[in-house]
């Protein structure tokens, strides 16, 4: 059998963004970024199933998206949204925008 166990963290993780487009959609009057995401360890953020891992040694790309004045959600360029589990874990989530975690800034 194989064991898997969780744990909390204590220290926290620095994630570098990098900006790969900037643009508008004048009919929407809405601005949006097109970022990449980098680890701690120097590696690119990217999806490994349904989970995303901090492990990619090719940028992939993330559209950020406003909600609120304060608040933002991370969609991949397919269109599936980020959700934030339990001890900080990142899924994938194909089932819509209402689900999606808002990460506050």
Partial sequence: MIWEVSISKVSIELIE????KL???PFHFMYY???????GNGKYWG?????IRADAETPTKFWIELREPTKICIKTTDGAYLNEEKNGKLTVNQSGSKEATQWEF
């Fill in 17 to 20: 963004t990098r900006l790969y």
């Fill in 23 to 25: 643009g508008f959609v």
């Fill in 33 to 39: 970024l097109l970022l990449n995401f980098t680890g």
């Fill in 47 to 51: 999806a490994s199933g349904s989970e």
